[in-house]
């Protein structure tokens, strides 16, 4: 079955504990991003990748790295989490631009304390 | 900057009434406008798109139209059901790669 994973679905931590957030698609899609999704605020994407190795700033990077080494992974790290950083996080893929349709994983819900 | 305004932030119809949201975006240059539908505890999914080439698109009981002029887009709901009770995302690409989402709407649809 054609579909993005992450994982874990839920997560509660505490500041500045180093987490990962994976996420991972088996439709062999070139591109693949993160989004955060506050109440108010929509869908508000944090990085992107085109390829293995190339990856971008969204809108909101700050306090988040991530990595594309191969092309169905793209692992969300977040290195000293905070508590502005409790959200539910979406990672997404598409064929090969932000221009194709958008396959979303089923989120990740976060709350840092 | 890059922007996109979506209104109202919530919105309640009768059933079998229409249901329409309204985008704004800032960049002339956006070319790619979809609409995603995200129910309640579930991921967002694309339910319909449309490019700068194109001002009207539909798909049965839902349509998108597009003022590229203006700048505005807009996704226009007929004889709603109580499954279109959901929160609905409009979003403007700006490059080939970046897609840039609005707030969201939350529609209920009343019996």
């Known amino acids: 079955e054609a579909q993005v994973t992450q994982n874990p679905r839920y997560l509660i931590t505490v500041t500045g504990k180093k987490l990962t957030v994976t996420c991972s698609q088996n439709?062999?899609?070139?591109?693949m991003s993160w989004y955060r999704q506050d109440p108010g605020l929509g869908l508000r994407q944090i990085y992107y990748?085109?390829?293995?190795?190339?990856?971008d700033k969204g809108d909101v990077p700050e306090g988040y790295k991530v990595s594309r080494k191969e092309k169905r992974n793209f692992p969300l790290i977040l290195e000293s989490p905070s508590p502005n950083q409790t959200s539910l996080y979406f990672c997404a893929s598409s064929i090969n631009r932000g221009t194709d349709t958008q396959y979303f994983g089923p989120g990740t819900r976060l709350t840092v304390l | 900057g890059e922007n996109v305004e979506q209104h109202p932030s919530t919105l309640s119809v009768q059933e079998g009434d229409s249901a329409v949201i309204k985008c704004t975006y800032s960049?002339?240059?956006?070319?790619?406008f979809p609409w995603y539908k995200q129910e309640l505890g579930k991921r967002p999914q694309l339910i319909i798109d449309i490019r700068s080439n194109v001002g009207e698109k539909k798909d049965q009981r839902i349509a998108v139209t597009l003022n590229k002029t203006a700048k505005h887009f807009s996704l226009h709901i007929t004889e709603t059901q109580p499954e279109d009770s959901a929160v609905y995302f409009c979003a403007a690409t700006y490059g080939a790669q970046k897609l840039v989402f609005g707030q969201g709407t939350r529609l209920t649809i009343n019996p």
């Open positions: 960049d002339s240059a956006s070319n790619y």
């Open positions: 990748s085109m390829n293995v190795e190339v990856t």
């Open positions: 439709m062999n899609h070139e591109y």
